[in-house]
């Protein structure tokens, strides 16, 4: 379990050492090469810091993934229509631009697939409960929606791994975009 204890250090040690952990994870690809040593070298911090406030290299990603999820997917329980949901994609995006640093390094890895599978579904949820609401239940929607996130979530694989000269802002404009002609589409059929 993550050991607390908050006060400016603290939090400037630990992302330094979140930072550290993102940059070897992109390197090594996979937390199982990361050592404590590599870690707290690459954070210039000391082993004995890196204990005071993490148990091993697994409780580090562990907490970036915990601050990724309870930021994105706690918010917004209460989608009803379109504008809810494009606030909702403005969220993420804000996020993921706000920590990108650190979640470019770390979603870039092999291990951090994961995430944006959960982000993917989480998306796909959050938009079909809205749908259902407004009366927008066929197949066909359905299967676009699932087209859509699919597709968004592989550009932003291949954004986060530096493959394609796109930035987050064109990726979310786009995703919006998309998700508004899917309402239009199939909100009166």
């Not at 970036?64 to 379109?82: A, W």
């Not at 982000?119 to 407004?134: F, G, S």
């Not at 694989?157 to 199939?186: M, T």
Request: glycine share 4%.
């Amino acid at each position: 379990m993550v050991k607390s204890s908050y006060s400016r250090a603290t939090s400037k040690n630990r992302h330094r050492i979140q930072k550290a952990f993102a940059e070897l994870l992109s390197e090594y690809g996979s937390v199982k090469n990361i050592t404590v040593t590599d870690l707290a070298e690459r954070a210039d911090i000391t082993r004995g810091t890196f204990y005071n406030y993490y148990n091993n290299i697994y409780e580090v990603g562990a907490e970036l993934q915990g601050e990724i999820e309870s930021r994105l997917f706690c918010s917004y329980d209460k989608l009803s229509d379109f504008a809810s949901i494009e606030k909702y994609i403005d969220e993420v995006f804000d996020f993921l631009r706000e920590q990108e640093p650190i979640y470019r390094e770390l979603l870039a890895s092999s291990d951090t697939r994961g995430f944006l599978n959960k982000l993917e579904n989480e998306i796909i949820e959050r938009v079909q409960t809205v749908m259902h609401l407004n009366k927008i239940n066929s197949k066909e929607a359905k299967m676009e929606l699932l087209f859509l996130t699919n597709g968004t979530m592989a550009i932003l694989r291949k954004y986060y791994q530096g493959e394609i000269d796109l930035s987050l802002d064109q990726i979310k404009e786009y995703l919006k975009s998309k998700l508004c002609w899917l309402f239009d589409c199939y909100k009166n059929r």
